[in-house]
């Protein structure tokens, strides 16, 4: 299996530079970005789009050099159930139900990375952080 050990790697690349797109095309557009959040009713909209920025931008890079992998995809899957729950709940419109389920399949990836880890070619191996639970599940 060590010929495919690059494989965590390739799937944090797919996973992370999506939202680390997302989060810069967020900062170019504050205007619109609040609001849009302000539109579905949201509380405070600046502060929810700094919290998406930095969820997007911020949990995107941390995901893609595999530094606190585990932390960081599982924060990273709860927002992305929470913009589902919230902006891509109208089931009426077929683009809203593919978004909806586009946000539920990434929290899903993102939690096989918090249970399996980021992967030998990572911040979080290189410290000593990579141990995955299969391995320990084996070992007992």
Do not use: W
Not at 20 to 47: E, F, H, R
Not at 60 to 81: D, H, K, P, Q, W
Not at 88 to 97: L, S, V
């Amino acid at each position: 299996m060590d010929r495919f050990k690059f494989l965590p790697l390739l799937g944090r690349i797919l996973i992370g530079a999506p939202f680390v797109m997302s989060g810069l095309g967020k900062l170019g557009a504050y205007a619109a970005t609040v609001g849009y959040i302000a539109s579905v009713g949201l509380p405070v909209p600046p502060l929810a789009f700094a919290v998406a920025v930095l969820t997007e931008l911020g949990g995107g890079l941390l995901l893609l050099s595999g530094y606190r992998a585990r932390t960081v995809s599982l924060a990273m899957a709860v927002f992305c159930i929470a913009t589902a729950v919230f902006f891509h709940h109208n089931f009426a419109d077929q683009n809203q139900m593919i978004h909806f389920l586009k946000n539920v399949m990434m929290a899903g990836g993102l939690l096989q990375i918090a249970y399996f880890g980021a992967g030998a070619f990572s911040l979080d191996a290189r410290s000593g952080r990579a141990a995955s639970p299969v391995a320990a599940l084996s070992a007992s």
